[in-house]
């Protein structure tokens, strides 16, 4: 879920400089002392917290890694006192900035806690993934195309396909340069891949005919060319409901935000 740490290794850093900061002076603590850098103490709890939040889980923590991190928080300790020493933990930018990622980890810790609360369960994605299946359909298109900026453009085109030119030749000519130098040709796909206005027309078509009228979209004037459709068998359910899942918790997550800041009071 470290994917949600906005600010991320930056964030960590500053992140990581309050925790050890957090330790100074606990001489009574219940944590075990790590180690002390000119009095101040470093516990062996913020050792473990530093092991478990920068390792993937189920990695081994051997005596070098700890080694390591440990020499890692001394060095960290040992600058955060010359830091302070200078007396830039009282320049208004440092704190302000000290400041503004304390308040985005506890954000990012809100968001995380969310989304492990709002998980969708099998039932809603099996839904979802039935409906997107229903929506995609189980024919896949092979088409080709010429895209223009000017309508005229397209028409003239037209015109000349209907006099016998081929369309792979006129092709050449194409804004789409990836599939200019293929004739047109867009491979295998299915509907759901294209634009609306694009998919809409290709559905009309039958095989080896050619859109007698531009087709408009955002990227400009198509001409489209069906040259053959096949049945495909849709997508494996658990082959992909772990990026269902992922993708539903994001869309549910942006609402859940975005009904939020629709309700705060701003003024």
Known sequence: ??????????????????????????????????????????????????LKEQLPPGTPVDEALRSKARDHLIQRETLLQAARKSGLDKDEAVKRRM????????????????MEKNKADDAKLKAEFDKRVAAAGDTEYKARHILVDKEEDAKAII???????????????????????????????????????????????????????PVKSQFGFHVIQLDDTRKTPGPDFESVKGQLAQGLQQEALQAYIKDLVAKAKVE
């Open 99 to 114: 400041e503004y990622v304390r308040d985005e980890q506890l954000v990012n810790a809100y968001l995380k806690d969310w």
């Open 1 to 50: 879920m470290k994917q949600y740490l906005t600010l991320g290794a930056a964030a960590l850093v500053l992140a990581l400089t309050l925790t050890a900061c957090g330790d100074k002076n606990k001489e009574g603590s219940a944590s075990k002392v790590l180690v002390k850098v000119n009095g101040a103490v470093i516990s062996s709890d913020t050792l473990e917290w530093l």
């Open 159 to 213: 015109a000349k396909l209907q006099k016998g030119a081929k369309f792979a030749d006129l092709a050449k000519a194409s804004k789409d340069t990836g599939s200019a130098v293929t004739g047109g040709d867009l491979g295998w796909a299915r509907p759901t891949t294209f634009v609306p206005e694009f998919a809409a027309a290709l559905a009309t078509l039958e095989k080896g005919k050619f859109t007698l009228e």
